[in-house]
């Protein structure tokens, strides 16, 4: 049964900085790429930022340069750097997975994480 389960949320000021864990269980992680979405109130779910083995990264425009995604295969681990957050980086945060290469649309994605809340206060 694959399990993915986020840590690292909270609350923090404009301009601080979190780093979001998912820790993955159940699946051949070097197999899979990893995914970060993230939800606003009202709004849909969108593409953050994604990784492939062995280090192939992409990121949603809004946060280049700010955020910086990596995973750690010894702890079948995928983090989220965020920096320089602003108050429009507030939302549930998602862990998604899928077969080998990363895409935008999360309807591609076949196992996701419960989330954990990012609030970014201005």
């Known amino acids: 049964q694959v399990q993915l389960v986020e840590s690292g949320g909270g609350l923090v000021q404009a301009g601080g900085s979190l780093r979001l864990s998912c820790a993955a269980s159940?699946?051949?992680?070097?197999?899979?790429?990893m995914a970060w979405f993230r939800q606003a109130p009202g709004k849909e779910r969108n593409f953050v930022a994604g990784?492939?083995?062995?280090?192939?990264?992409s990121y949603t425009d809004s946060v280049k340069g700010r955020f910086t995604i990596s995973r750690e295969a010894a702890k079948n681990t995928v983090y989220l750097q965020m920096n320089s957050l602003e108050p429009d980086d507030t939302a549930i945060y998602y862990c998604a997975s899928r077969r080998l290469t990363v895409t935008r649309g999360a309807g591609d994605y076949d196992y996701w994480g419960q989330g954990t809340q990012v609030t970014v206060s201005s």
């Open positions: 990784v492939a083995w062995p280090m192939i990264t």
């Open positions: 159940g699946l051949a992680f070097g197999n899979y790429a």
